[in-house]
Antibody, heavy 116, light 107 residues
Framework: EVQLVESGGDLVKPGGSLRLSCAVS????????MGWVRQAPGKGLEWIGL??????????AYAAPVTGRFTVSRDDSKSTLYLQMNSLKTEDTALYYC???????WGQGTLVTVSS | EIVLTQSPATLSLSPGERATLSCRASQTVSSHLVWYQQKPGQAPRLLIS???NRAAGIPARFSGSGSGTDFTLTISSLEPEDFAIYYC?????????FGQGTKLEIK
């Protein structure tokens, strides 16, 4: 059974940092291109970052609103995807999903709230 | 950035009726378009990849068509569990972008 389990969401003050994790099982994580999608409360979906497999260079890409503040990384030995979020803003408040870039597998999401 | 525009914003239909959802891209995405279904409190569920390929386990009543800039998701005969929000998403160019969604509600 495929499982993606996010963790690390929390309430954080503006300007703060947070690291999200996504533990994957049920498929060969090292071969997968992975990413993070967020959904603000009551709003639509937004891809914010991705990372290719190491075989394809381990390349990262980011959406404009998070470039320079967020970093996607992976640890294939732990089948885990990460999202390091720095300089958080109130507009980063959202449910954060990890997913395969093809869209076939998603986690259940972890909530990040940025508020003073 | 490629903008996807979905129409209508809300579609009110009855079980058994046919639903036709539209997604238009601001520039060509070839066939690199996917459709998702999202229900309250749940992650998106992949329905269609590459514009017209049903994902594993998706019922045959769901079909996708189109290429270039104009795409359609059709649900041939609505079941009660189909009432949800539907999103299209392009994966032709980064950043991948979603449409704003079509809410399919029970009439």
């Amino acid at each position: 059974e495929v499982q993606l389990v996010e963790s690390g969401g929390d309430l954080v003050k503006p300007g703060g940092s947070l690291r999200l994790s996504c533990a994957v099982s049920g498929f060969t994580f090292s071969n997968a291109h992975m990413g993070w999608v967020r959904q603000a409360p009551g709003k639509g979906l937004e891809w914010i970052g991705l990372i290719t497999s190491k075989a394809d260079g381990g390349t990262t890409a980011y959406a404009a609103p998070v470039t320079g503040r967020f970093t996607v990384s992976r640890d294939d030995s732990k089948s885990t995807l990460y999202l390091q979020m720095n300089s958080l803003k109130t507009e980063d408040t959202a449910l954060y999903y990890c997913a395969t870039t093809g869209g076939s597998h998603w986690g259940q999401g972890t909530l990040v709230t940025v508020s003073s | 950035e490629i903008v996807l525009t979905q129409s209508p914003a809300t579609l009110s239909l009855s079980p058994g009726e046919r639903a036709t959802l539209s997604c238009r891209a601001s520039q060509t995405v070839s066939s690199h378009l996917v459709w998702y279904q999202q229900k309250p409190g749940q992650a998106p569920r992949l329905l269609i990849s590459d514009a017209s390929n049903r994902a594993a386990g998706i019922p045959a009543r769901f079909s996708g068509s189109g290429s270039g800039t104009d795409f359609t998701l059709t649900i041939s005969s609505l079941e009660p569990e189909d009432f949800a929000i539907y999103y299209c998403q392009q994966r032709s160019n980064w950043p991948y972008t979603f449409g704003q969604g079509t809410k399919l509600e029970i009439k």
